[in-house]
């Protein structure tokens, strides 16, 4: 493997590790505050209620943008490729996830994340190019 490809990797990986530790961490921050049920809580009842799977819908979509961000500074070249390339992971990985999790909540959610995987990573790589 040359130099570049490493380098696109680690620039795909970083916004990977950016959106996981910014999801991850305001989740837990929100169980913190008692705004969301704990995990426990949650497998046994699940997350239902419409306002907190918005909210989780729009810190996502931001943390999407960000990422993408993150991997557009990071590559070597053609920043809006790397910035696409983690929304089109997330396309197939939300779609799986949603398959898996049919039974546990409404199906707007998932729908909503997935159609706004593309237009969040276009938007960090937007911001990252201008």
Do not use: C
């Amino acid at each position: 493997m040359n130099k570049n490809m490493l380098r696109s990797m680690g620039a795909i990986l970083a916004a990977f590790v950016t959106v996981f530790v910014l999801s991850l961490g305001t989740d837990f921050l929100l169980e913190a505050a008692g705004v969301f049920p704990g995990f426990k809580e949650q497998q046994a009842h699940g997350m239902h209620t419409w306002w907190m799977l918005l909210l989780a819908t729009i810190y996502r979509s931001i943390y999407g943008v960000i990422g993408s961000y993150v991997s557009a500074s990071l590559a070597p070249d053609r920043p809006m490729l790397h910035a696409m390339i983690p929304g089109i992971i997330g396309l197939v990985l939300i779609t799986a996830g949603a398959i898996a999790m049919s039974d546990k909540g409404p199906v707007w959610y998932p729908v909503a994340l997935f159609m706004l995987a593309l237009p969040s990573a276009w938007l960090g790589g937007k911001l990252r190019t201008r």
